[in-house]
Structures are given as structure tokens and as C-alpha cells.
């Protein structure tokens, strides 16, 4: 196999990719089995890459910066936010344990209490007594807050994952 060389070939390459030639190296070009060869690649290879730009059917650069950007700001978003979450379970789980703590260890007055809860009812429901309606309705409302007041927590805590 015989390679052939021409001290025009860099030359001839450069106009075949810019599309820039002048007339000697044109005229080269026509004369030169070796240069007609270097520019009927480079023509190939260029129309070979055009076609496959366009058969890749590339997406619309603005939209992908665009979507990019709007990624970013996403992002940027969830960790501005992560601690805020963080924070909140933190509360949540601290508000739960606190109320736990406090119902456990408050049990035997409490308990005492609901005694003398049940023995007001008793008087209460017994004929010719006055009913307490101020003393129920606090300790009602107070029962109701409290248990609304953990059902919203529980919900909040559930709704985030
Ligand atoms: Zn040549």
C-alpha cells in the first residue's frame, strides 16, 4: 500500500473545513489526487455530522436552560427549607414526648382528680344539687384542646412525608 503525501494537505484541509479557499490552492486541489481526497473527506465528514445533528432531533437549548434553572431554583428551595422540616419533627416529637411525660408522671393526681371529677358528677346527677355546668365545660374544652392539639400534630408530622 502506497501512502502519498502532498506539502499542501494542511492547507487544503483548513479551506475544505472553513469553506474558505483561494484560487491557487483551489486549482492545487483539482490537480492533487492526494488533496481532492482530504477535501472530499472533509466534506463528507462535515455533511455526516450535520445529518446526525439533525437526526438526534437536539431539544430546544433555551428550554433546557430553562429547566435547568428552574431545577436550580428547586433545589435552592428544598435547602432553604431542610432545616425549617428538620426543626419541625424536632418540635413534634418533642411536643409528644413532653405531653407522654406529663400524663405519666402526673397520673396518680390526675387520677385523684378524676376521683373527685366522678364524685362531683355523682353530686351533680344526684337530685336537689346545683350542676357544676362552668367546671365540666373547662375541663371538657381543655380534654377537647388537647386532643385536637395532637391529632393536628400527628396530621402535620404525617402530611410532610
Ligand atoms: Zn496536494
Redesign the pocket.
Known amino acids: 500500500m502506497n501512502f502519498s503525501h ?4 494542511q492547507a ?1 484541509e483548513q479551506a475544505a473545513r472553513s469553506g474558505r479557499w483561494d484560487d491557487d490552492l483551489r486549482a ?2 483539482a490537480a ?1 489526487s ?2 481532492a481526497d482530504i477535501a472530499l473527506v472533509v466534506r463528507f465528514m462535515q455533511l455526516d455530522g450535520e445529518l446526525a445533528r439533525r437526526e438526534a432531533g437536539l431539544p430546544d437549548p433555551g428550554r433546557i436552560w430553562w429547566k435547568a434553572h428552574l431545577r436550580e431554583k428547586q433545589m435552592a428551595a428544598e435547602r432553604a427549607v431542610r432545616p425549617i422540616a428538620v426543626c419541625q419533627r424536632v418540635a413534634c416529637l418533642w411536643g409528644t414526648l413532653t405531653a407522654t411525660s406529663i400524663l405519666v408522671w402526673e397520673w396518680p393526681r390526675l387520677s385523684s382528680r378524676l376521683d373527685g371529677l366522678k364524685l362531683l358528677l355523682h353530686q351533680a346527677a344526684s337530685p336537689g344539687s346545683r350542676p357544676q355546668t362552668d367546671l365540666f365545660a373547662f375541663i371538657g374544652g381543655s380534654l377537647f384542646m388537647f386532643l385536637f392539639s395532637i391529632l393536628i400534630t400527628l396530621y402535620a408530622s404525617w402530611a410532610e412525608e
Not at 6 to 9: A, D, G, L, Q, S
Open positions: 502532498c506539502t499542501k494537505e487544503v492545487h486541489a492533487c492526494v488533496c
